[in-house]
């Protein structure tokens, strides 16, 4: 599987990269075997980028992968964490509950604090050590700071800084759903690389107007997530079909139909192209997939390796679905 550098880090990264929420019980509950089983066929796959945060299940995904890895050599892989959220445990006789609130099926143990201050980012990076249970973390991105802004530069980022120099952590980033925000770490600081979800899709790109420029113009990395849109893209059939984590709408649903149509006249699946779209441009790195079972490990490797014809891109431009400025791949 290709690989590429993060930056001017010399953090490796595989062209699919592992989204660790699935198997931490986004939505529905993944249990440990199934979790490890899920880890090892993408490894099997040739995946060696994986990526986390302690906001997914509370903390279960860094442990689930930490357990996972710690049998892999450490030279072999890249693994990405985040900062701005603290667990703290539940006070004693608080009511546990659970966390479907925030999405994930599993005990609601902890609660999340959002912290970005220095002292934060430290303390963030030693307890997601910890749950790992590894010797380093390659990436450490900046965890939607959409409503804390200047905390986010004025200290979680030159915290950042300071433990890239010290060798605590390779690459440093920032990983949000907007893209607005990403590019102004692009442009007003020395980010390795960010995390763009949901931006960059068959369906939407204002990731194009000035953050995959502003990365490409000064050699930094864009890694891509949220490809399916929270799900339309992967099946827009779907009964009750979410587009950005909300009921898809009559007028988007349509549109993603008719780039299935298209896309399977050509024997290539929507979600296939889905996720090859964003090597279009060359600043992607890579993209992100999650999975909850061996099969939708498999399938997204399989995914990126499906052969597509560049007529495929072209009719979708020809037929309004793309805007010509749009890059595919194959054109750079």
């Given amino acids: 599987m290709r690989v590429r550098t993060l ?49 997914y299940g509370v903390g279960l995904s860094e442990r689930r992968l930490g357990e996972a890895l710690r049998a892999k050599p450490r030279a072999e892989y890249a693994l990405s964490t985040k900062v701005g959220r603290l667990l703290v445990p539940r006070e004693e006789g608080a009511g546990a509950g659970d966390d479907l609130g925030h999405g994930f099926a599993v005990p609601g143990t902890y609660t999340r604090r959002w912290d970005f201050s220095a002292d934060g980012v ?8 910890e749950r790992l249970g590894l010797d380093r973390i390659d990436v450490a991105l900046i965890h939607d700071p959409d409503r804390h802004e200047e905390a986010a530069f004025r200290e979680a980022y030159p915290a950042l800084e300071r433990l890239r120099a010290e060798g605590v952590v390779g690459a440093i980033g920032a990983g949000m759903n907007q893209a607005e925000m990403l590019s102004r770490f692009m442009t007003d600081t020395d980010v390795d690389a960010v995390l763009c979800a949901g931006r960059y899709t068959l369906l ?54 008719r780039m299935q149509v298209i896309t399977e006249s050509y024997g290539v699946q929507l979600r296939t192209a ?23 490990a498999a399938d997204a490797a399989a995914a990126m390796r499906h052969p597509i014809p560049a007529a495929m891109w072209r009719q979708l431009r020809d037929e309004g679905l793309m805007g010509t400025d749009v890059p595919v791949p194959g054109e750079y």
Avoid: C, M
Wanted: proline share 7%; net charge neutral; glycine share 10%.
């Fill in 7 to 55: 930056g001017r880090s010399a953090v490796p990264v595989t062209a699919l990269g592992f989204g660790g929420a699935s198997i931490a019980g986004l939505y529905t509950p993944v249990d440990a075997d199934t979790a490890a089983r899920t880890i090892e066929a993408a490894w099997h796959q040739g995946v060696r980028y994986f990526d986390t945060a302690p906001h």
């Fill in 274 to 296: 889905a996720l090859n779209f964003p090597f279009g441009h060359p600043a992607v790195a890579s993209v992100l997939a999650g999975a909850r079972s061996t099969a939708e």
């Fill in 122 to 129: 430290r303390r963030s990076i030693e307890q997601s050590l």
């Fill in 204 to 257: 939407e790109q204002p990731a194009l107007a000035e953050l995959l420029p502003a990365a490409a113009a000064r050699g930094k990395s864009v890694i891509i997530g949220g490809v399916f849109n929270s799900g339309l893209l992967a099946d827009p059939a779907a009964p009750g079909a979410t587009y950005n984590y909300a009921p898809a709408g009559d007028e988007v649903r349509e549109r993603a139909r």
